[in-house]
């Protein structure tokens, strides 16, 4: 009976210690059970299940205590706000990996996800660290527990800097040295990938100098990040690698054929320019490869042949060239 009760009371003691540290640390902690449900399917269980196990938790996420010690599912459904594309991605990342735990192929689990606050109406970066904490007599997983901790102002620190390293000062879109990282970390997904060249950019330049020729550069590019928001492109980043020189990656829906967006594309971008009152017609060419990374394992093997098919009707009337 006694040794009972010391092992009771190591356990509180270690207990108390945890919570101690959790608030120092401000983790929040929570945990779901598993062993209610059959359902290979976690979504809505999930919905109805996760419990919080401090106050640190709700302080974090801005949320507020129930009855039940469990998260309310009109909560949850905030949190993983479907409105943000971020946000939903981070739901379905959080749900694979509690299911593949749930089916014994992984442990634990690490996330970086993006949360919608309520009670501030932003989004913060938590990232979320859990594991299975208990097991059946089968050995079947029938609790997930995780830590959580506010990770939003290293985060934005963190893409400040990419900001700062990554982006063009003059136009404000990605630089030649994003575009190079992309490609060696695999971060470029798009069907195609297209070289653009302004044609006579250096006749502005020399007619009306080379601080109008900057604000010509910034208009061009913010038409194509209007189109970009646009139904144009189904996905669409653009680089700036040389000075009237750039990169454009981008898909198009399955339904659709290239040759068809880029005319809508070219239709939009050849409208009139009016800069400090100076009526214009930016003309540019155009070099289109099919995008596979595997063919391409140089990225500048990868522009030269868009290049190339550039310079193919550079001067012509044709405004782009698809090299296959």
């Given at each position: 009976?006694?040794?009972?009760?010391?092992?009771?009371?190591?356990?509180?003691?270690?207990?108390?210690?945890?919570?101690?540290?959790?608030?120092?640390?401000?983790?929040?902690?929570?945990?779901?059970?598993?062993?209610?449900?059959?359902?290979?399917?976690?979504?809505?269980?999930?919905?109805?299940?996760?419990?919080?196990?401090?106050?640190?938790?709700?302080?974090?996420?801005?949320l507020?205590?129930?009855?039940?010690?469990?998260?309310?599912?009109?909560?949850?459904?905030?949190?993983?706000?479907?409105?943000?594309?971020?946000?939903?991605?981070?739901?379905?990342?959080?749900?694979?990996?509690?299911?593949?735990?749930?089916?014994?192929?992984?442990?634990?689990?690490?996330?970086?996800?993006?949360?919608?606050?309520?009670?501030?109406?932003?989004?913060?970066?938590?990232e979320?660290?859990?594991?299975?904490?208990?097991?059946?007599?089968?050995?079947?997983?029938?609790?997930?527990?995780?830590?959580?901790?506010?990770?939003?102002?290293?985060?934005?620190?963190?893409?400040?800097?990419?900001?700062?390293?990554?982006?063009?000062?003059?136009?404000?879109?990605?630089?030649?040295?994003?575009?190079?990282?992309?490609?060696?970390?695999?971060?470029?997904?798009?069907?195609?990938?297209?070289?653009?060249?302004?044609?006579?950019?250096?006749?502005?330049?020399?007619?009306?100098?080379?601080?109008?020729?900057?604000?010509?550069?910034?208009?061009?590019t913010?038409?194509?990040?209007?189109?970009?928001?646009?139904?144009?492109?189904?996905?669409?980043?653009?680089?700036?690698?040389?000075?009237?020189?750039?990169?454009?990656?981008?898909?198009?829906?399955?339904?659709?054929?290239?040759?068809?967006?880029?005319?809508?594309?070219?239709?939009?971008m050849?409208?009139?320019?009016?800069?400090?009152?100076?009526?214009?017609?930016?003309?540019?060419s155009?070099?289109?490869?099919?995008?596979?990374r595997?063919?391409?394992?140089?990225?500048?093997?990868?522009?030269?042949?868009?290049?190339?098919?550039?310079?193919?009707?550079?001067?012509?009337t044709?405004?782009?060239?698809?090299?296959?």
């Amino acid at each position: 009976m006694n040794k009972t009760k010391n092992n009771t009371r190591e356990l509180e003691a270690v207990n108390a210690r945890l919570q101690m540290a959790y608030k120092i640390g401000k983790i929040g902690a929570w945990s779901i059970k598993l062993e209610e449900t059959e359902s290979e399917e976690l979504r809505e269980y999930f919905a109805n299940n996760l419990a919080y196990n401090n106050d640190e938790f709700l302080e974090i996420l801005g949320l507020n205590k129930t009855k039940s010690g469990l998260v309310s599912k009109k909560d949850l459904i905030l949190l993983f706000s479907e409105r943000n594309e971020e946000c939903a991605l981070t739901k379905s990342k959080f749900i694979k990996a509690l299911t593949l735990i749930r089916k014994g192929k992984i442990k634990k689990s690490q996330l970086l996800m993006k949360v919608f606050i309520k009670s501030t109406s932003s989004y913060k970066y938590v990232e979320n660290k859990f594991m299975v904490t208990d097991y059946d007599e089968n050995g079947k997983p029938i609790r997930i527990s995780g830590v959580i901790t506010d990770e939003t102002k290293e985060v934005k620190y963190k893409r400040m800097l990419e900001e700062i390293a990554y982006k063009d000062s003059i136009v404000g879109t990605w630089n030649k040295k994003k575009l190079e990282d992309d490609f060696k970390k695999k971060k470029i997904k798009a069907q195609y990938v297209a070289f653009v060249d302004l044609d006579n950019f250096k006749g502005i330049n020399d007619e009306y100098g080379h601080f109008f020729g900057d604000k010509c550069l910034f208009a061009f590019t913010n038409r194509i990040k209007h189109i970009k928001k646009t139904d144009i492109f189904k996905k669409m980043e653009i680089y700036r690698v040389y000075g009237d020189e750039f990169v454009i990656c981008f898909s198009v829906e399955e339904n659709e054929i290239v040759t068809e967006v880029l005319d809508k594309f070219f239709k939009k971008m050849k409208k009139e320019y009016i800069i400090e009152g100076i009526s214009l017609v930016m003309d540019f060419s155009m070099g289109v490869v099919n995008y596979d990374r595997d063919q391409f394992c140089d990225l500048m093997c990868m522009l030269n042949k868009a290049d190339k098919a550039m310079y193919k009707i550079k001067g012509s009337t044709t405004d782009y060239k698809i090299e296959e």
